[in-house]
């Protein structure tokens, strides 16, 4: 894994090229939310030794270990004709939190798949964007520097998405610090409850999966259970072992909703409510939970998510008119294999949602 991850830094960080988006810090549109400004296009389409290096890089995800179980066979043009008009995905990980691809390949998948704008979002961390900045240079497509926050709230743990940020602003750096100690200590106490109720070994076998000492998250333990037998997909672990009510769930303080609106505004960028559909919130709790997000400045819900039905869709397009909150849309992808949604696979937005990219 080391290994691939170096080759995959000197195959795409040789670029010279600026980030090709910087956040305007004097920005003037609606609720703090601000315009992404072009500070330079990607360059022209890549040349041909370009399309080598980059399908060279796929064949070598291919081949990663220890993660071949989750491969899935695919054979991607790395530089797609890019469509008419431009397709979105604001919403993905790496192995900076617990996704199963370094930033970089990550980047050169989403590429190949035809997304135009790519928003890298690890769980409460910034380390991975310098480098899928670069591949994006690469690759001809726009990286949005991006994080995803957890966020506590009236007992639920919610999921808020940061995009435009400025990577280097201290506010949000000790925001995110802050969150990541909270992390470790969480993932002993899943272990021991996982002890506890029969499964031993839990804590050992996740950090097998952990591919970035500073982030231990949920799904490097559903990894391990899948690998020991408990379930088939992570998914199911999650529904069995993880979530509140079951004998993994360990109770954990993150951020404030307040405060983490206020470390991505401080930082430039727009915070949206991830799936909001996954959440186990009723209609009145979630009307409550958008009027709040709306009242301390919030500014998007994730619209069109893997976790949402098509009705679902409906739904959320309908609370983001009437709670005046921009829509987003991401495929909140982890790995080949793993996640049943891949890039580039979201339908459009929905007619009469004002999308979060309408002043970038
Ligand atoms: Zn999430
Ligand atoms: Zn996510």
Known sequence: MLQFHAAAITAFCACTVQSVFARSKSTSSSKGAGTIRVVQRAL????????????????????????????????????????????????????????????????????????????????????????????ASEAGIELVCGAELSVSWNDNTLHVVALGIDPENPRLIEGLDAIRIGRSARARRIGDALAAAGIEGAYEGAMKYVTSERLVSRTHFARYLVEAGYARETKDVFKRYLTRGNPGYVAHPWATLSQAVGWIHAAGGQAVIAHPGRYKINATGMRGLLAEFRDIGGDAIEVLSPSHTSAQYTEFATYSRVFELRGSCGSDWHGPGESWMDFGDLPEMPTGVVPVWKDW
């Open 44 to 135: 022209e389409r890549p040349i041909e030794s370009k399309r080598r290096e980059t399908g060279a890089l796929l064949e070598s995800i291919r081949q990663t270990e220890p993660f071949a179980r989750f491969r899935k066979a695919d054979n991607l043009d790395p530089f797609p004709p890019r469509s008419a008009v431009p397709r979105y995905d604001l919403h993905c990980h790496s192995t900076h939190s617990d996704g199963l691809l370094t930033p970089a390949a990550v980047v050169a998948r989403a590429a190949a798949r035809g997304v135009d704008f790519l928003a890298l979002t690890d769980h409460d961390e910034l380390s991975g964007l310098a480098e899928a900045r670069c591949a």
